[in-house]
Structures are given as structure tokens and as C-alpha cells.
């Protein structure tokens, strides 16, 4: 399997803009997240998945982020309107069966820069 | 929910030198983790385990989940193992990892 694939791998964008991130879990599994990582506030849970419904989205800093899992091999999180402090890398990962205690992997991540 | 505390912050050691990275946990847990993130920002797994003890080659972790820690262990650590060290928790009612803060590690030739 060729892992967690995030698309694109850099953005940069204007503030008001909307942005789109693509992620493909690794085949079979059952859980998606999505994290944040920022210098001030190191890797934070956005939302997750359950076999394409989303579990915890407590994580989601405002209404401009909405995510969607419309089938097993695709999400995407979506920024509407992007602004400054949303600048960050956004990593997807996936996991099989998370509730038993099983293996998350990342994706190479999205380096998000709005100016 | 859960906290996870990692020790130490910062570290720096020279070529060669042998550390051992700390993870505390405030409650019982049914996954832990070790990453790497490298300076280009991959995360790489490093282990997975909830208890116990693995090694992979110069790296080797323990986890004694009755007493809610895990340590990682570097020996003759290299140049390329520099970069942030996380560990990464899940709980029994929760499907996410909860990260740390992780350790920022410089290996220096």
C-alpha cells in the first residue's frame, strides 16, 4: 500500500479564498483524522471518522472548516473563507479498527501559508 | 481527557551518545505510539506499543502501562536521528491519539 496520501503537499493562498485538502486513507482501514500542527499548539485533533461518519468534530476551530467522507478512499477538509492564523500543516491519518488499539498512520501533511 | 507529558523538552547530544525519552500518561490506555518527525515534517512510526517492550534496531521502547509511561530508548545516536520525538496516546472511550508536546532532539557530529 502506498500509505496516506494528502494532496496538494503545499498551499499558499489569499486570505478570503476558500481552500480544499485531499486525503486517501491507507485501503480497509475504518478510522480517518485529521490534525493540525502549529508551533503554538503542537498536533491537535480536528475531527475523525468512523467508517465514513464523523465521530468528534470538537476539534473543528470555527464554521469556516466543514469536512466531508464520502466514501472509504477519500476525505477532505475544506477552509471557506481561509484567513492568517489558519496558516499551519494539516496531516490526515488513518487507522483500522482505532477503538481496539490499533496502528495510525500519517500522511505526509499539507503545508497551508494564507497571506 | 487524557494528558500526555513528554521529558525532556529539549535534548542535545553529541554522536554516539545514548538518551532515553520519557512519556507519562494521566489515565489508562489501549494504544500508544512513538513518532519521529523528521526536519522535512514526515511522522514516522517508530512503535507501537501499548505495553511491553520492542526493539528496532538502535531504538528500542518500553511501555509499563499499570504505571502510565512509556520510555524510548536511542543508543549511538546519529545525526539523522534529530528532529521531534512524539508520543501518542488513545484511551479506552476514545477513537483519536492525544499527542505530547514532544522532545526536540540534536544529534551533533
Known amino acids: 500500500d502506498a500509505g496516506v496520501i494528502q494532496s496538494p503537499r503545499h498551499e499558499v493562498t489569499e486570505m478570503g479564498q476558500e481552500v480544499t485538502l485531499r486525503c486517501k486513507p491507507i485501503s480497509g482501514h475504518d478510522y480517518l483524522f485529521w490534525y493540525r500542527q502549529t508551533m503554538m499548539r503542537g498536533l491537535e485533533l480536528l475531527i475523525y471518522?468512523?467508517?465514513?461518519?464523523?465521530?468528534?468534530d470538537s476539534g473543528m476551530p470555527e464554521d469556516r472548516f466543514s469536512a466531508k467522507m464520502p466514501n472509504a478512499s477519500f476525505s477532505t477538509l475544506k477552509i471557506q473563507p481561509s484567513e492568517p492564523r489558519d496558516s499551519a500543516v494539516y496531516f490526515c491519518?488513518?487507522?483500522?479498527?482505532?477503538?481496539?488499539?490499533?496502528?495510525?498512520?500519517f500522511g505526509q501533511g499539507t503545508r497551508l501559508t494564507v497571506v | 481527557g487524557i494528558q500526555v507529558e513528554q521529558s525532556p523538552p529539549d535534548l542535545i547530544l553529541q554522536e554516539g551518545a545514548n538518551s532515553t525519552l520519557r512519556c507519562n500518561f494521566s489515565d489508562s490506555v489501549n494504544n500508544l505510539q512513538w513518532f519521529h518527525q523528521n526536519p522535512w515534517g514526515q511522522l514516522i512510526n517508530l512503535f507501537y506499543i501499548p505495553s511491553g517492550t520492542k526493539q528496532n534496531g538502535r531504538l528500542s521502547a518500553t511501555t509499563v502501562a499499570t504505571e502510565r509511561y512509556s520510555l524510548l530508548y536511542i543508543s549511538s545516536s546519529q545525526t539523522t536521528d534529530s528532529g521531534v520525538y512524539f508520543c501518542a496516546v488513545r484511551g479506552g472511550s476514545q477513537g483519536n491519539l492525544i499527542f505530547g508536546k514532544g522532545t526536540k532532539l540534536s544529534v551533533k557530529p
Open positions: 471518522f468512523n467508517n465514513n461518519v464523523p465521530i468528534d
Open positions: 491519518a488513518s487507522s483500522l479498527q482505532g477503538r481496539a488499539g490499533t496502528e495510525a498512520f
